[in-house]
């Protein structure tokens, strides 16, 4: 069983930034590609940012490029997600996602395995 725990989120103000971890447990994390993506209120669930087994490969939406970024601490069993210049917009409960076969969990339906979701909020 694979299991995700998030940590990370809370309250912020525009312009600010929060780093996101998620902790893996079961087989070794170096075993999962692993994303974020985040829902907000009335919204469906998108994808924000995915890292590759390796961590040599990453991917992020256009909304986030060039604020956030992913990373990985394959001997923490860590993934990373670091938001700079929050904005309104980024509120959301962001959450964890892995597939178990390395492929890169760009789109809902590639993810084998959640995480219970931590809350974001940005305040203007």
Known sequence: QVQLVESGGGLVQAGGSLRLSCTTSGRTSNSY?????????G??????????RS???TAVSDSVKGRFTISRDNAKNTVYLQM???????????????????????RVNFVDYWGQGTQ???SS
């Not at 590609?33 to 209120?41: I, K, L, S, V, Y």
């Not at 919204?43 to 590759?52: G, W």
């Open 43 to 52: 919204k469906e669930r998108e994808f924000v940012a995915a890292i590759s």
């Open 84 to 106: 700079n210049s929050l904005k309104p917009e980024d509120t959301a409960v962001y959450s964890c996602a892995a597939n178990v076969r390395g492929v890169v969990v760009t």
């Open 33 to 41: 590609a692993m994303g974020w993506f985040r829902q907000a209120p």
């Open 120 to 122: 974001v909020t940005v």
């Open 55 to 57: 961590g040599g490969s």
